[in-house]
């Protein structure tokens, strides 16, 4: 029996937590955020949103239905992930089962993580983990796999390898894509060097409308639920200058880190305003749309990450749960004369969406497509569609 070595997180503050390591071995750094989803860890650790952190899982048991195939559908999109890669840091868990049984898994949640050069702990008590988190808030860790050459002692990690300052990394350019990107309905799929000649030369099916997503971290399904809805998606890197094409609408991704760190975008969508073309946007889409207008981002303590939030539309008495993942949240109170929250989360009061009062243009700070968890609200893309 292989002898598993063990592993220890360290938190900003001193703290440490030790367990064991069953992913590849390797000491990482990160931002430290919990999610209380049941299931998901397939779609969670391969959403461009987790880059940089290290994700801990809530729920104890993690790894009994394996991992699928990573497999790619029509459009060049994985079939049942969220981006090409892992892009979280590193995954917490309570107890990992290493016996798996699933009619679509192919390999465990260890060998996944190995062959990804993942970190992997299990045997944490991440009740108390989480307790810690709610109450200080989000903090940087590091997680130290205990060696010959670097053993672990109370109280001191030797390991001199600093912890970055999430907030000043400009995670979403380390994500979004380089090229763009033209997905259609009919399955296929063209890549264009920036600055290619032959893009703005390239046949378009006329009948369709054509969407420009611009890529900030974006999740496969919600190209798929684009897609589904007729629709040509241009998918453009996160400070491309998108004004300068022709398209029926703006649809604005997720992403990882501080939506301070994309001014560039920012001013490109501010642009955009100016028009009256249905624009559109999902988590760090729907902030980056609201500093467009002039508001205001702030961090939360410990951020939404689940797929059980609820969130009310404003205005009426209708409710809905939802999957989440932000640590960031939009300012009510600095929003424009011409702008008004569209939801509100029913268990903080946070932002989880804007609108403008005369055009087309509004967002959630929700995932409607939500892979995986919730769809309850996947008719914002049936709205977005209409309005094209």
């Known amino acids: 029996m292989q002898v598993r070595k063990t592993a220890t997180l360290v938190l900003d503050d001193g703290s440490e937590f030790h367990g064991f390591s069953f992913g590849y071995d390797k000491a990482v ?3 430290v955020v919990f999610n209380t989803a049941m299931t998901g860890y ?8 987790y880059a940089g952190q290290l994700m801990v899982l809530t729920y104890p048991l993690v790894g009994n239905y394996g991992v699928p195939p990573f497999s790619i559908e029509e459009n060049d999109l ?5 981006s090409e890669k892992i892009h979280a840091e590193a995954i917490i868990v309570s107890d990992y089962s290493e016996e798996y049984s699933h009619w679509n898994a192919v390999e465990s949640l260890s060998d996944w993580l190995k062959r990804e050069m993942i970190p992997g702990i299990t045997g944490i008590d991440t009740r108390a983990l989480t307790k810690k988190i709610r109450e200080h808030g989000v903090m940087m860790g590091r997680i130290v796999i205990s060696d010959a050459d670097n053993e672990v002692e109370s109280g001191k990690v030797k390991d001199e390898s600093e912890m970055p300052d999430y907030g000043s990394i400009n995670y979403v350019d380390r994500v979004s894509c380089k090229d763009i990107i033209v997905y259609r ?3 296929t799929s063209t890549t264009y060097p920036i600055g290619s000649d032959n893009f703005q030369l390239s046949p378009f099916n006329s009948q369709l409308k054509r969407v420009v997503l611009l890529d900030c971290g974006v999740k496969a399904n919600i190209i798929r639920c684009l ?3 007729n629709v040509t998606v241009v998918r453009v890197p996160w400070d491309y200058d998108f004004n300068t094409l022709e398209y029926d609408g703006l649809f604005i991704s997720n992403g990882p880190g501080d939506p301070d760190t994309c001014d560039v975008a920012v001013q490109h969508i501010r642009k955009a305003l100016a028009g009256d073309k249905p624009i559109c946007g999902i988590c760090m889409g729907n902030q980056l749309l609201a500093k467009a207008g002039g508001a205001s981002i702030y961090k939360l303590k410990y951020g939404h990450r689940s797929h059980n939030q609820p969130v009310r539309m404003v205005g009426t008495e209708k409710c809905f749960i939802t999957s989440q993942n932000h640590g960031y949240a939009v300012d009510n ?5 011409d702008w008004e929250p569209l939801f509100i989360n029913m268990n903080d009061g946070t932002n989880e969406g804007i609108k403008h009062k005369t055009k087309p243009f509004f967002s959630s700070q929700f995932h409607p497509e939500a892979c995986s968890g919730p769809t309850d609200t996947e008719f914002i893309f049936d709205k977005f569609v209409a309005l094209l």
């Open 333 to 337: 109170d600095t929003l424009g004369a």
């Open 29 to 31: 750094a990160g931002e």
């Open 42 to 49: 397939p779609e969670s650790l391969t959403d461009p949103s």
């Open 227 to 229: 897609l589904k809805r």
């Open 185 to 187: 309905p009919d399955g």
């Open 78 to 82: 994985p079939t049942f992930m969220e």
